[in-house]
């Protein structure tokens, strides 16, 4: 089984949470990409992988900026558990992340995975 999904682009995860009065929230920037990459993703109809799986992310750069392709693996995870794709993203046996040079926005892949050490 493999669940293909085209999202916005999100949030480094250095932006995802802010201080507030009574420790940490989510940052307004992370709560409005959730919202808007769940909606898009319901749109595509995604199916459901039951336990282990694997995690591609090919990502279009929006800009020239230097950007680390690590920090879209948490937020991607989350919202992949949050829309109940997986069911813990501690499931997760291997994750490959690329920036691409075409499209914009990220194509996250999620397949079964096998048997370990496959």
Known sequence: MTVTLQLPLPP?????WVRAQKGMRRSDEYTAWLLEAGWTAKTQRPGKIDGPFKLSIHAAKPDKRRRDIDNLIKPSLDLMEHLQIIEDDS???????????????????VEQAGVEGE
């Open 12 to 16: 480094s995860a250095n932006r995802l």
């Open 91 to 109: 499931d997760c046996q291997m994750v490959s992340a690329r920036w691409v040079t075409a499209g914009e926005g990220v194509t996250i892949i």
